[in-house]
């Protein structure tokens, strides 16, 4: 019995000894891991901010394991950049086992002091791997940018300039009897859950070559059309003698609330040459307000493009609204592009809700488009409780409508063409709503209206053809030599 027990652990010794055997390391000095990109690339980071995460994922292609002598940050202990090994947050780990046919993660982050530069600085470092006496590399790159950060209330008249970006990382709070001006080239980002808010005054001036941007602080080409990525601007009821021009406010929640219904009176703005576009609920939401536009293109947002609500008073001239809301992705919009209301009935949470309702003083359309992609293909929406003026007018105006609406009405209508097709050059791909050539609304506008707007968004000239097209666009004809 002793013998057979004594026979069985030799047997059992064997077999750990081959085990053993095939768990060896491979030592071939030719022993390359692969690596799922060969460079880390950081689009700009603002500095003190810090980056988000990137990774690399490091493979082992061997029927046998890797030992990895050491993986280093090749710049540490002074890089900007900071690893993340296997799990384990270091800069540097040796004997760093990857098994046969497997891989492991390398996370990297990167805080990128300021440098006193107006302009983007690079910023680069290394990830050093030693097997076998065999060293790769991967690189690391980084673009950093010095910025102003805002993180209190606007107190007292203040400037933005193009000089460098602003960031919100808290709510930006234009105070009352404070005006904050924005000058060409600015770029404001905002952290997710922020937005500009405003009982003062906002003038924003941009310029066709130097527009102002507002947007999210997600630079990441995958967050490029992400909506709902920070809170949008607000201009409370109070706050008058508002200016955007020349500007694009993309990717929020609401890109331009104008009024609110705690606040009493109304809020009023002008808007000029600027792009609204990709929000999660509306492009414009008025309530109670006065809004004077022209040039204006706003689309593809989640509910509304524009919604003008509890009445006020609101002019737009050769404006374009195009909501192609998911365009060929599987999000549906079932509410009209434009939603012009003399109420709205506010839930109270307890199982009651409140109506509030105001006069529409005026609702007036001129040589615009009015368009987008409902499956209903009603893309104006008229909310009347009857107890409200309702005065609105559509005059040369191209409207995709349902079947049902009579643009005979001269009360309401002139010059309309109903559900004529604009035929913009790219709506769902490059989002160009500029005019094909064969598009209904090329020459379609009323001339009397194109000369007191004789340049469109992109400074083309309204009044050298046969007439001014409708929409924030004029569609110039190349000329034939």
Same mark, same amino acid.
């Given at each position: 019995m002793k013998q057979s027990v004594y026979i069985f652990l030799v047997i059992l010794s064997l077999v750990y000894l081959v085990s053993c055997e095939d768990e060896k390391y491979t030592t071939s000095t030719d022993a390359r891991l692969v690596f799922s990109v060969d460079t880390v690339m950081f689009d700009t980071i603002f500095t003190t901010v810090g980056s988000t995460t990137q990774h690399l994922k490091v493979y082992n292609p061997y029927d046998q394991s890797v030992k990895v002598s050491a993986v280093r940050l090749a710049g540490s202990p002074d890089s900007d950049f900071r690893l993340n090994i296997n799990g384990i947050p270091s800069d540097e780990l040796v004997d760093l086992e990857i098994p046969a046919n497997d891989s492991i993660y390398i996370f990297v982050e990167v805080t990128i002091d300021p440098q006193g530069e107006n302009q983007p600085i690079v910023v680069k470092d290394s990830i050093e791997f030693l097997t076998n006496t065999n060293l790769q590399y991967v690189r690391l790159v980084a673009w950093g940018q010095d910025i102003e950060l805002v993180n209190t209330p606007i107190t007292v008249d203040t400037e933005w300039t193009g000089a460098r970006p602003y960031v919100v990382y808290e709510n930006a709070l234009v105070e009352k009897n404070a005006t904050l001006k924005v000058g060409p080239g600015a770029r404001i980002y905002f952290h997710a859950g922020t937005g500009l808010y405003v009982k003062g005054k906002l003038q924003v001036n941009g310029t066709l070559e130097k527009p102002v941007v507002f947007q999210a602080d997600r630079l990441e080409e995958v967050y490029r059309d992400v909506p709902d990525q920070w809170n949008g601007i607000f201009l409370y009821s109070g706050s008058h003698d508002n200016l955007i021009c020349d500007a694009e406010i993309k990717n929020a929640n609401i890109g331009l609330q104008v009024g609110n219904i705690e606040n009493e009176g109304y809020a009023s703005v002008d808007i000029r040459n600027?792009?609204?576009?990709?929000? /999660?609920?509306?492009?414009?939401?008025?309530?109670?307000?006065?809004?004077?536009?022209? $040039?204006?293109?706003? @689309? $593809?947002?989640?509910?509304?493009? +524009?919604?003008?609500?509890?009445?006020?008073? @609101?002019?737009? @001239?050769?404006?374009?609204?195009? $909501?192609?809301?998911?365009?060929? =992705?599987?999000?549906?919009? /079932?509410?009209?592009?434009?939603?012009?209301? &003399?109420?709205?009935?506010? &839930?109270?949470? &307890?199982?009651?809700? !409140? =109506?509030?309702?105001?006069?529409?003083?005026? +609702?007036?359309?001129?040589?615009?488009?009015?368009?987008?992609?409902?499956? =209903?293909?009603?893309?104006?929406?008229?909310?009347?409780?009857?107890?409200?003026?309702? $005065?609105?007018?559509? &005059?040369?105006?191209?409207?995709?409508?349902?079947? !049902?609406?009579?643009?005979?009405?001269? =009360?309401?209508?002139?010059?309309?063409?109903?559900? +004529?097709?604009?035929?913009?050059v790219d709506p769902y791909v490059k989002m160009n709503f500029e005019l094909d050539t064969l598009s209904a609304a090329k020459d379609a506008g009323s001339p009397e209206i194109g000369k007191l707007f004789p340049f469109d968004l992109v400074n083309q000239n309204r009044t050298l053809d046969a007439g001014p097209d409708l929409g924030a666009y004029e569609r110039v004809e190349e000329q034939a030599y």
């Open positions: 600027s792009r609204i576009y990709n929000h /999660s609920y509306a492009g414009i939401f008025a309530l109670k307000s006065k809004i004077s536009a022209y $040039n204006t293109l706003i @689309y $593809n947002c989640g509910y509304y493009a +524009a919604a003008l609500l509890i009445g006020g008073e @609101y002019e737009f @001239y050769h404006t374009t609204i195009a $909501n192609y809301w998911g365009g060929y =992705t599987g999000r549906i919009r /079932s509410t009209s592009s434009l939603m012009i209301s &003399d109420h709205v009935v506010v &839930d109270q949470g &307890d199982g009651s809700s !409140t =109506t509030y309702s105001g006069d529409l003083r005026k +609702a007036y359309f001129a040589n615009s488009i009015i368009t987008g992609n409902i499956l =209903t293909g009603n893309e104006v929406e008229l909310a009347r409780l009857g107890k409200q003026e309702f $005065n609105y007018f559509f &005059d040369h105006c191209l409207l995709s409508l349902a079947d !049902t609406v009579n643009v005979e009405n001269p =009360t309401h209508y002139s010059g309309i063409l109903k559900n +004529a097709l604009p035929k913009f």
